[in-house]
């Protein structure tokens, strides 16, 4: 037999032989297969690395923009060095390609395009030696200065669980945040301390604004026209409806002789201590001719033997009268509307002006706030709640005990603060001042005076003047509180309560003389004054700290949105909570 036809039967037997026909098909075919995988796994890790070079790219274009002074060239090796250090991990990702485009009379500040050649495994073995991946952000700066307003809870109940310590960090981190470790320079903080009264500084540019004069209808309203004292054997007819009830301004008495200083009503005598009649004044209340020289000439009533105080008494005289003890700089709230607006002082309506923060000295309640000798007038002896009442011991400070150092002090100014910060651009003063921050017990909480004089700071109307146009600059107010407004009540019937921005209880301004009917009515101003705060164009933030559910809705409401109300209930939520606002107060928007 040939060769020729042996292997051409061997052929055919292989050809039509079916046996191992799978192994040889799948043999075959895994070549591609496994290309693919390879190649799946190639693209796989590409994908990895374009998602961490947008990663890398958002944060980098964040934190290029805050150095807008840098030069292109400067601008972009910062860039690159900051994502091959944050993608420098990556799986075969190198020659990073950036294009970086700025346009400082644009909305969009910045716009770059990076990409970076990925390495390849299996693909390599078909050609193909790298994957270019990309990404684009482009990032733009709101150019409108920003002002914020801190206003901050430093009442007594904040010297709890280091609360006091945690707020002080708190500040001191959001203003790092918004001010890039202080280096902006657009943008300006006020620092809005407040307890049960608010301390708008005693330097002469807010001493213009006071009331000085008492003419406003709440000023000195618990003492103004109420029996002092009386002569031994002497009867007290109060000259004002109800016994030790407060005298409002506009009490009438009996009109003057032209021709002499008696009232035209027998029994009557209009005495001041530099007038004919001083001598009789200072027979009756013991008042040395030398004193009674210094003393400010207010006019004091006396009917049968009985002394009243004058009808219209100013806080700032007594300030003024006594030898060392000044006005602080705490003021009371002003007479409705005015005291949740931001209506201008007006010198021709005493109700815009500031009456000068003055708590009496409640003689007999050491607790409370006694400062001052009494000083019961000679050959006559307090009638009632007339040593609580009197103004004659005003008339010298010789043996007060006034203290002003925190945290338990004692005299006028008891529970007023530290004073307000304006808006400033000097930032280490403001975290100097800030870390200055304590707590003042007394008074209780009365955050909505807190609220407006926040607003007041960020106005740019008088008495604060550093705020610019509300059409020219974002205004923003950060509202702290660790518990729900309200009065300490006290057990010295005459006042009612320990003294706050709205007074005593017992003055009057309140709708009832309950400590919660008190926390009702200044609950109403507090939402009142956030009202008109956010419809003058400000964005308000509120923080509580530790409060119950019961009474967090009220923050909700006075915050521009739910959203902008945080609740919590430890330090590190409410240092969370300031940073986090913060991140949105001075966020740059990322436009893709």
């Known amino acids: 037999m040939s060769i020729l036809p042996k292997w051409t039967s061997h052929f055919k037997s292989f050809v039509c ?18 290309g693919m995988v390879g190649a799946s796994l190639d693209y796989s890790r590409a994908a990895n690395v374009k998602s961490q070079l947008q990663d890398a790219l958002d944060g980098a274009i964040l934190t290029a923009a805050h150095e807008r002074q840098l030069s292109d060239a400067q601008l972009e090796a910062a860039i690159r060095t900051q994502i091959e250090a944050m993608i420098s991990g990556a799986h075969g990702a190198n020659s990073l390609t950036l294009n970086i485009r700025r346009s400082p009379d644009d909305e969009t500040l910045m716009d770059i395009d990076a990409s970076m050649q990925v390495g390849t495994t299996i693909l390599d073995i078909m050609g193909i030696e790298s994957i270019t991946v990309g990404a684009n952000a482009a990032v733009g700066v709101d150019f409108r200065s920003l002002e914020v307003a801190l206003v901050l809870d430093n009442t007594g109940s904040m010297r709890s669980s280091g609360r006091i310590a945690s707020l002080r960090e708190a500040a001191s981190d959001f203003v790092d945040v918004v001010t890039e470790d202080g280096e902006s320079d657009n943008v300006k903080i006020a620092l809005v301390p407040y307890t049960a009264q ?5 330097g002469a540019s807010m001493e213009q604004y006071l009331d000085r004069d008492g003419l406003s209808q709440h000023h000195a309203q618990l003492i103004e026209g109420q029996v002092i004292a009386r002569q031994s054997g002497g009867s007290c007819v109060p000259r004002i409806s109800g016994v030790d ?23 009557f005598a209009s005495l001041s201590f530099l007038d004919a009649y001083g001598d009789v004044l200072r027979e009756l209340v013991g008042v040395s001719v030398a004193l009674a020289q210094t003393v400010t000439p207010y006019e004091y009533v006396v009917q049968g033997g009985c002394i009243y105080n004058p009808t219209q008494i100013s806080h700032w005289q007594l300030y003024q009268q006594m030898e060392d003890v000044a006005w602080k700089g705490c003021v009371e709230a002003r007479p409705e509307p005015f005291d949740v607006d931001d209506t201008p002082p007006d010198d021709n309506n005493a109700d815009t002006l500031w009456v000068p923060g003055f708590w009496i000295d409640d003689s007999g309640w050491s607790s409370t706030n006694n400062w001052l000798s009494d000083r019961e007038p000679s050959g006559a ?42 808006l400033t651009d000097n930032f280490t003063m403001l975290q100097d001042r800030i870390d200055d921050m304590t707590y003042w ?51 010295n019937s005459a006042l009612g309560s320990h003294y706050s921005a709205y007074g005593h209880l017992a003055t009057g301004r309140f709708p009832s003389q309950s400590v919660n009917g008190a926390r009702q009515y200044i609950d109403t101003r507090t939402l009142a004054a956030c009202a008109n705060a956010k419809a003058a164009g400000i964005i308000v933030y509120t923080v509580t700290f530790g409060l119950d559910s019961s009474s967090r809705a009220m923050w909700d409401t006075c915050a521009s949105e739910t959203s902008m109300a945080y609740h919590v209930n430890s330090s590190s939520e409410l240092v969370g909570a300031f940073n986090e606002i913060a991140d949105s107060v001075g966020e740059l928007r990322l436009t893709r």
């Open 17 to 34: 032989d079916q046996r191992g026909v799978v192994a040889i098909i799948f043999g075959i075919a895994a070549i591609p297969i496994m």
């Open 245 to 267: 009830a407060p005298a409002g301004s506009d009490v009438q008495f009996a009109s003057s002789d032209a021709s002499s200083d008696r009232l035209a009503v027998p029994g």
């Open 381 to 422: 002896s307090f009638h009632q709640n007339g040593q609580h009442y009197s103004v004659y011991k005003y008339a010298s400070s010789d043996g007060h005990s006034v203290d002003e150092i925190p945290n338990t002090t004692r005299g006028p100014a008891q529970n007023c603060g530290d004073p307000i910060v304006p």
């Open 441 to 491: 017990r007394g008074g209780g909480t009365v955050t909505a005076q807190g609220v407006v004089w926040g607003w007041r700071t960020l106005s740019p109307g008088h008495p604060f003047t550093e705020g610019e146009p509300y059409d020219e600059v974002t205004k923003v107010m950060v509202v702290m509180t660790d518990g729900r407004n309200e009065l300490v009540s006290s057990s």
């Open 198 to 202: 608010v301390n708008i500084g005693n």
